[in-house]
């Protein structure tokens, strides 16, 4: 499927936000600088003192000379990132994958993000969402390359599926993001249009230019690749908990876990979602990262059970010289059930919840697949008549058939007895299991079972419901038809009470 | 006129001593709880006393098997086919199925298998702690007295029924459980002259009761009931050793 990404530029992040804290700044001649060796230089211009020719990467001095009145103020880096962040992490409305452009810009990628919503309706939202706060400018485009060219030298259009070489002809040079020393040469060379070399063969390029030149055309074309880092979207239900002191000791950490989950347990109440799973990051002072997580057979938002599960993996946390940060994050939520259903015919101070719990705890030590429950299933044969039920509130389709006698005690694998059995269809007069004889006083059966064909293949079983001189009950069945010339094989498959 | 007075005297300490216990006597404490009314007058308070433990010993399948029937015929005296209760075992031999016929419900168990008998007693605790359960039966090859008077603790918080099926029979101690069972089978009886296999019949021993005494019975299992065919070994209430 083709990319589709969009560039966005705020060419006066800073200053618009100077202005959106500071009214009176609205409409004035400002600049953000910064100290440059022994020059001062301009970082961050406003609307109106781009439009009396000011520019970033001038010097004060300079742009003094143009406009005397020029307000200046001090840049700081962090907050630009800090902003930039923010913005990007807003752009998630739109779209999972949102890449920052540092310094001024994002980029989105909005590949099948036109399934509800045109490109056009796109821009408009969000030049609506920034109207009067923001100056944005949009580009769409195949490629990150020609997004970005469009954005910053065009009025902001729209280029459609593999139109990107169109739009970039009539550009300059800048528009492909080449460096400086590259863009001075082509200047120089009278190429002032990207018409004027693209079409221009690449060895030819290479040899004036150096490789870099083939590289950004290729990109903006789109038949080079370009790198595209989505920022982590971030987990609505995450907590961090910074530490004084580092923190060594289980006591501290259970501390930890306690506070974490208070507060989280308080933000799921309110949006009525339970636990499922969550993951505890323990960083420690040496930078190393350690992590448990726990999961839940039942959304849960009850503190004391959540952080029992927490408690039995705490030893696995290693605090060697202690831990400064942890962060806990809720990786699956799902809807707290509505108070209790009619799923069991329980009494009526059973609580289910109470049990999920305690499951919990055991499956934590034991791992999920030491529980089960079982629903009988529509099989005759016996290995297949039950199933493990799914989850905790599952009930039987069918009822639990009781015609037919069937152990309480079932042997895993049929064992292979010997037997002293008169003619063909009846009883065995006696057996050996495990060294001991047993004497057969009284039989039923028997009761032929098939193998189910559609499963598996084999010889069907006759089994026998038998009763030894002990007064001791046996499920015993012979494989296959009786034959004169081989020996049939007998085997003991349970234990009836 | 001393005599009778003495006894009067020595059975309201017996009650009292009781109290302490935690056999606390309801007001329908001679009620049947089982509806084996001669093997419940063996038990403190002539009822099957629930809320505590209960220690069954079978040392072969033949037996886990109707020891097993035998619980469930219990369970479901006692809570009416409702309980949800948890198995906790080593290896999942235990066929709901054939568990039916004894009355349960087969998915209302919860099946915990698990390896090492350290692992099968932690979790037998932590599942007598949890209020909700109307059974937990623990399949355990033997248990220290300690062990055993930490799980009657639990119990006596939380009222839950424990089943504890011994499997070691060599080295059976002295354990603070409520009652030691041991249940082998017997032939079985049948109806008239039918031919087959007929109804279960076990030869069901209380071996050891708390502040009750020991008793031998032989108990069928006919049309969902269990029910008592003869009683032998039946010792009076005056010679029982209190503690034993």
Redesign the interface.
């Known amino acids: 499927m083709n990319k589709r990404y969009a560039a966005i530029w705020f060419p006066y992040l800073l200053t618009d936000q100077m202005a959106l804290k500071q009214k009176e700044l609205l409409g004035q001649a400002y600049a953000l600088i910064a100290q440059e060796r022994n020059k001062q230089m301009i970082v961050n211009v406003s609307r109106e003192a781009n439009k009396q020719g000011l520019r970033p990467n001038m010097s004060l001095a300079d742009a003094r000379i143009t406009l005397p009145s020029l307000l200046t103020f001090k840049f700081h880096p962090q907050k630009e990132q800090k902003l930039l962040k923010a913005m990007a992490e807003w752009f998630i409305c739109f779209t999972p994958h949102v890449a920052v452009n540092s310094p001024d810009g994002l980029f989105l990628d909005i590949t099948g993000c036109t399934a509800w919503k045109s490109e056009e309706q796109h821009v408009e939202e969000i030049k609506a969402h920034f109207a009067g706060k923001y100056h944005v400018k949009i580009g769409i485009a195949d490629t990150l390359g020609a997004a970005w060219a469009i954005a910053h030298y065009t009025k902001g259009q729209i280029a459609k599926p593999n139109e990107q070489l169109q739009h970039l002809l009539n550009l300059p040079p800048k528009a492909l993001r080449l460096e400086e020393s590259i863009l001075q040469r082509l200047a120089k060379l009278g190429f002032h249009h990207i018409d004027s070399f693209i079409h221009i063969a690449p060895s030819t390029l290479r040899r004036r230019f150096g490789d870099e030149i083939n590289l950004r055309i290729g990109q903006a074309l789109g038949y080079k690749p370009e790198a595209f880092e989505p920022i982590k979207e971030p987990n609505p239900y995450e907590e961090r908990l910074h530490c004084l002191e580092p923190i060594q000791t289980a006591k501290g950490i259970e501390i930890a876990i306690e506070n974490l989950l208070e507060k989280l347990c308080n933000r799921l109440q309110k949006d009525d979602v339970g636990v499922r799973n969550a993951k505890l990051s323990a960083f420690r002072l040496d930078g190393k990262l350690q992590q448990i997580s726990i999961g839940t057979n039942q959304p849960s938002i009850h503190i004391k059970h959540l952080f029992k599960l927490f408690e039995l993996k705490i030893k696995q946390i290693e605090p060697d010289l202690g831990i400064e940060l942890f962060i806990m994050e809720i990786t699956k939520v799902e809807e707290l059930p509505k108070q209790q259903e009619t799923f069991w015919q329980v009494h009526n101070q059973t609580d289910l919840g109470e049990i999920a719990e305690l499951l919990d705890r055991i499956s934590i030590k034991a791992g999920k697949n030491a529980i089960r429950r079982y629903v009988p299933q529509e099989h005759h044969w016996p290995e297949n008549s039950i199933r493990t039920a799914t989850d905790l509130k599952e009930q039987p389709e069918t009822e639990w058939p009781t015609h037919k006698p069937r152990p309480t005690v079932l042997l895993n694998q049929p064992e292979l007895i010997q037997v002293t059995a008169p003619i063909p269809d009846y009883p065995p007069m006696n057996f050996t299991y495990k060294g001991e004889i047993h004497r057969i006083t009284k039989a039923d059966g028997p009761e032929r079972l098939e193998q189910e064909w559609w499963l598996s293949d084999g010889k069907h079983r006759d089994y026998y419901y038998v009763e030894d001189d002990k007064g001791q009950r046996y499920w015993l069945f012979r494989s296959g038809h009786y034959d004169s010339k081989i020996a049939a094989q007998w085997f003991i498959h349970g234990f009836f009470a | 006129m001393q005599q009778p007075l003495k006894k009067i005297i020595i059975e309201r300490l017996q009650r009292e001593i009781l109290d302490l216990e935690g056999f606390k006597a309801k007001a329908q404490h001679t009620q049947s709880k089982l509806g084996l009314r001669i093997l419940e007058d063996n038990f403190p308070n002539q009822t099957f006393p629930t809320g505590t433990i209960h220690e069954f010993i079978s040392e072969r399948?033949?037996h886990?098997?109707?020891t097993?029937?035998?619980i469930?015929g219990v369970l479901t005296r006692l809570?009416n086919?409702?309980?949800?209760y948890?198995w906790i075992g080593k290896?999942?031999?235990?066929?709901?199925?054939?568990?039916?016929?004894?009355g349960i419900?087969?998915?209302?168990?919860?099946?915990?298998?698990?390896v090492k008998q350290k692992?099968i007693l932690?979790?037998t605790e932590?599942?007598l702690?949890?209020?909700?359960?109307?059974g937990v039966i623990s399949e355990l090859e033997e248990i220290t007295f300690a062990q055993s008077q930490r799980l009657q603790l639990t119990v006596e918080k939380s009222k839950v029924t424990g089943f504890i099926l011994r499997t070691q029979t060599e080295r059976i101690n002295a354990t603070a459980c409520a009652a030691r069972w041991q249940i082998?089978?017997?032939?079985?009886e049948?109806e008239g002259s039918l031919?087959?296999?007929?109804f279960?019949?076990?030869q069901v021993d209380l071996l050891k009761v708390r502040n009750g005494n020991t008793a031998s019975c032989v108990i069928t299992?006919h049309h969902g009931q269990l029910a008592i065919v003869e009683t032998a070994n039946t010792y009076p209430l005056t010679h029982q050793a209190i503690g034993s």
């Open positions: 399948p033949e886990t098997a109707c097993s029937a035998f469930s809570n086919q409702n309980g949800v948890i290896q999942k031999q235990l066929f709901p199925v054939g568990l039916r016929k004894f419900q087969p998915h209302q168990i919860i099946f915990i298998n698990l692992d932690w979790a932590e599942a702690k949890c209020k909700s359960l109307s082998k089978p017997l032939a079985s049948n031919p087959g296999v007929g279960a019949k076990w299992y």
